[in-house]
């Protein structure tokens, strides 16, 4: 029933900008939060951030603090992700992803805890 769409990945050099957005299906949609993903081939999925729907509390992991943001527009039914100053590190396809029932600790961190998954958008980081 749920459908997460990514879009607005592609190539860019170090040092540029990126907006990564994801569409969600209905005008029912109200999950208790979402969050990025991300994962480069022969890794494991790799936590970005996460925001609260209702509140728009938002956390960040580590590495991407200072230069990532994600926000989300509750009444477009979408979440957005503008990532800045990229490295080629940050290679790898991304994912939008909906916790859809409770949240169980704050922030929600593990993969396992999203309900809904998006298909993923390549993003490219020239060195």
């Known amino acids: 029933q749920v459908q997460l769409v990514e879009s607005g990945g592609g190539l860019v050099q170090a040092g540029g900008s990126l907006r990564l957005s994801c569409a969600a299906s209905?005008?029912?949609?109200?999950?208790?939060?979402m969050g990025w993903f991300r994962q480069a081939p022969g890794k494991e999925r790799e936590f970005v951030a996460t925001?609260?729907?209702?509140?728009?509390?938002?956390y960040y992991a580590d590495s991407m603090k200072g230069r990532f943001t994600i926000s989300r527009d509750n009444a477009k039914a979408m979440v957005f992700l503008q990532m800045n100053s990229l490295k080629p590190e940050d290679t790898a396809v991304y994912y939008c992803?909906?916790?859809?029932?409770?949240?169980?600790?704050?922030?929600?961190?593990?993969?396992?805890?999203?309900?809904?998954w998006g298909q993923g958008t390549q993003v490219t980081v020239s060195s």
């Open positions: 992803a909906a916790v859809g029932r409770s949240i169980g600790a704050w922030p929600v961190l593990a993969p396992t805890e999203y309900d809904y």
């Open positions: 209905g005008r029912t949609f109200s999950p208790k939060a």
């Open positions: 925001i609260t729907w209702t509140g728009g509390s938002a």
